[in-house]
C-alpha cells in the first residue's frame, strides 16, 4: 500500500481493503514497517485502521516521533533505523498463517527508511506483492502519479491498481478530467474512489462507504465506468 505523496487517504484505503477481506471471513493482517510522526503514547496509522475496520491483527515494527521520512526521524531522534530485511521476514512469517497480509509504507513509493536509501519499493520487490497506489484527485496528480508508476515499472514491481484516497463531494474540473487521464497513466480502470471524509465514519458506515469506492476486485462493487461518465458530466 503506497501513494503519490503523504496526505492522499492511504491508510482509508488501507482499512478499506481490509475491511472488505474481513467482511467476507478472511484472516487479515495489516503492516507499519515504519510510523512517523507520532509519540510512542499516541495514537498511529494502525489505530485508525483498528477503529475503521475492526481488525486487531495489526504490526507496527517502528516508531519515530517527529512528522519527517523514517530515516530523517530515526536520525533526528537518535535512534537506529527500520532494518528493511526484518520487516521482510516478518511479513513473510505473518503471510505463512494469513490470507491477506497489507503492508503500508510511509508517505510515498521512494520515501527513505534508512541512509542507504531503503525503500517500500524496495520491501515491495523483495516480497514480489502487488502494489495499490492512492492518489489524490486533484490539480498536480497526474505528474506525481505518471513518476511513481514509472518508478514502479523500472524496478519490475507488479500494480494492483489505483484508487483515489478521498473523492470530494463537489468535484472541480480538474478532478473531473483527471480521472480519464489517471487511468490512461494507469493503463487500466480506477480500482476504487473512496469519498472524502470516510475516514471520520464509524465502522458499519465505513464498511459500507468501502463497499461502494472500491472495485470488486477488491471487495466492493465500484464501478470503474459508472464513475467516469459520472465525472464527465
Same mark, same amino acid.
Given at each position: 500500500?503506497?501513494?503519490?505523496?503523504?496526505?492522499?487517504?492511504?491508510?482509508?484505503? =488501507?482499512? @478499506?481493503?481490509? &475491511?472488505?477481506?474481513? +467482511?467476507?471471513?478472511?484472516? #487479515?493482517? $495489516?503492516?507499519?514497517?515504519?510510523? %512517523?510522526?507520532?509519540?510512542?503514547?499516541?495514537?498511529?496509522?494502525?489505530?485508525?485502521?483498528?477503529?475503521?475496520?475492526?481488525?486487531?491483527?495489526?504490526?507496527?515494527?517502528?516508531?519515530?516521533?517527529?512528522?519527517?521520512?523514517?530515516?530523517?526521524?530515526?536520525?533526528?531522534?537518535?535512534?537506529?533505523?527500520?532494518?528493511?530485511?526484518?520487516?521482510?521476514?516478518?511479513?513473510?512469517?505473518?503471510?505463512?498463517?494469513?490470507?491477506?497480509?497489507?503492508?503500508?509504507?510511509?508517505?510515498?513509493?521512494?520515501?527513505?527508511?534508512?541512509?542507504?536509501?531503503? =525503500?517500500? @519499493?524496495?520491501? &515491495?520487490?523483495?516480497? +514480489?506483492?502487488?502494489?495499490? #497506489?492512492? $492518489?489524490?484527485?486533484?490539480?498536480? %496528480?497526474?505528474?506525481?502519479?505518471?513518476?511513481?508508476?514509472?518508478?514502479?515499472?523500472?524496478?519490475?514491481?507488479?500494480?494492483?491498481?489505483?484508487?483515489?484516497?478521498?473523492?470530494?463531494?463537489?468535484?472541480?474540473?480538474?478532478?473531473?478530467?483527471?480521472?480519464?487521464?489517471?487511468?490512461?497513466?494507469?493503463?487500466?480502470?480506477?480500482?476504487?474512489?473512496?469519498?472524502?471524509?470516510?475516514?471520520?465514519?464509524?465502522?458499519?458506515?465505513?464498511?459500507?462507504?468501502?463497499?461502494?469506492?472500491?472495485?470488486?476486485?477488491?471487495?466492493?462493487?465500484?464501478?470503474?465506468?459508472?464513475?467516469?461518465?459520472?465525472?464527465?458530466?
Amino acid at each position: 500500500m503506497t501513494g503519490t505523496g503523504t496526505g492522499v487517504g492511504k491508510t482509508v484505503v =488501507t482499512a @478499506a481493503v481490509a &475491511a472488505l477481506a474481513a +467482511a467476507r471471513g478472511s484472516r #487479515v493482517a $495489516v503492516v507499519k514497517p515504519a510510523q %512517523t510522526g507520532v509519540a510512542a503514547d499516541e495514537p498511529g496509522d494502525l489505530d485508525d485502521v483498528r477503529r475503521l475496520a475492526g481488525v486487531i491483527d495489526l504490526h507496527e515494527h517502528a516508531r519515530f516521533p517527529d512528522p519527517l521520512s523514517p530515516a530523517a526521524a530515526a536520525r533526528r531522534a537518535g535512534l537506529s533505523p527500520l532494518d528493511l530485511l526484518t520487516s521482510e521476514r516478518l511479513v513473510r512469517e505473518l503471510a505463512d498463517t494469513r490470507d491477506l497480509v497489507l503492508v503500508e509504507g510511509a508517505g510515498g513509493l521512494l520515501v527513505r527508511y534508512d541512509d542507504e536509501g531503503a =525503500t517500500i @519499493a524496495d520491501l &515491495a520487490r523483495d516480497l +514480489a506483492a502487488h502494489v495499490l #497506489v492512492t $492518489v489524490d484527485p486533484a490539480l498536480g %496528480t497526474l505528474n506525481h502519479t505518471a513518476l511513481t508508476l514509472e518508478a514502479m515499472a523500472h524496478r519490475g514491481l507488479r500494480l494492483a491498481g489505483v484508487v483515489v484516497g478521498a473523492w470530494p463531494p463537489e468535484p472541480d474540473l480538474a478532478c473531473r478530467s483527471n480521472v480519464r487521464d489517471l487511468e490512461t497513466l494507469a493503463a487500466r480502470p480506477l480500482a476504487g474512489a473512496l469519498v472524502a471524509g470516510a475516514g471520520a465514519l464509524d465502522a458499519p458506515q465505513f464498511l459500507l462507504a468501502a463497499r461502494d469506492g472500491l472495485a470488486p476486485a477488491l471487495g466492493g462493487t465500484f464501478d470503474a465506468a459508472d464513475f467516469r461518465r459520472a465525472a464527465d458530466h
